[in-house]
């Protein structure tokens, strides 16, 4: 999609047209203190099916002074067979290059994940993206909270060829709220742990990290209970019906443009 416009001077009309991805991005601070319906929705009513053992249901994020949470728990219904349901955040806008950051504390739960991430896929396209599957995240396994785990998918619909790496942490991330980062640029990806570099990914032609040529992205995050058939990843899910779990969110920033800084 191009944008186009017409600018008169003297008389003279010249037409300049813009790709989208030259118009800067608005810089967003939200404390998630409530629900900001401008810039977030809840996923609500259904499932993703495998490897997900749980449904969306809007119920299932809340905010309160503290920020948001977002609680796992019980919840059979008759219109499923999932009988445990969680919360997912979805921005409505698209975004590119920049850097993204929130605090949290996640679950410390085998089985369930906590995460932070930007995506895009066949059903989640702007009008302007390729419809292809690209991701970057940042995840807590929750069979150990004292390891995060960023990834990334470029153009790939199969999930073929994710980039996991485990980042060894020197606290609990369950215990307490730090930042997470994420610096999105055309040439790196890197993620931040409290102002600080632990990881970078630089774009390569052998191996392309996501392009806003390609793609912008939604920013998400969302806590899910894993099938038994992924156990060896993060653990196996109890199905516990007494299961109420929470992962705690606070302070989500958006600062684009590649120059920008999460550093302290």
């Not at 742990?193 to 392009?211: A, C, Q, T």
Request: net charge negative.
């Amino acid at each position: 999609m191009l944008l186009r416009s017409l600018n008169k001077t003297a008389g003279i009309i010249t037409m300049i047209t813009l790709s989208p991805f030259a118009l800067a991005s608005s810089p967003i601070e939200d404390p998630l203190t409530e629900l900001n319906t401008s810039i977030w929705w809840k996923s609500d009513g259904w499932s993703n099916g495998f490897p997900f053992y749980n449904r969306w249901e809007g119920e299932a994020i809340s905010h309160s002074s503290d920020g948001m949470a977002i609680t796992l728990s019980h919840a059979p219904n008759d219109s499923d067979d999932f009988e445990f349901q969680s919360g997912e955040l979805r921005s409505h806008d698209y975004y590119g290059y920049g850097c993204y950051e929130v605090e949290m504390k996640p679950i410390a739960a085998p089985g369930v994940i906590s995460s932070f991430f930007l995506f895009a896929g066949p059903y989640d396209k702007p009008e302007d993206g390729n419809g292809m599957h690209n991701e970057i995240d940042v995840e807590f396994l929750g069979n150990n909270t004292n390891v995060m785990q960023v990834n990334f998918w470029t153009n790939d619909d199969r999930y073929a060829r994710s980039h996991e790496q485990l980042i060894y942490l020197d606290f609990d991330a369950s215990q307490d709220f730090h930042r997470y980062g994420i610096k999105w640029t055309k040439g790196a990806i890197k993620w931040y742990i409290d102002g600080k570099l632990v990881y970078k990914v630089k774009n390569s032609s052998d191996d392309p990290i996501p392009s806003v040529n390609d793609s912008r992205l939604r920013i998400m995050a969302n806590v899910w209970a894993t099938d038994d058939r992924i156990s060896n990843w993060a653990g196996e899910f109890s199905k516990d019906p007494a299961t109420s779990i929470t992962a705690e969110y606070r302070n989500f920033r958006f600062i684009p443009d590649r120059t920008c800084s999460l550093r302290n």
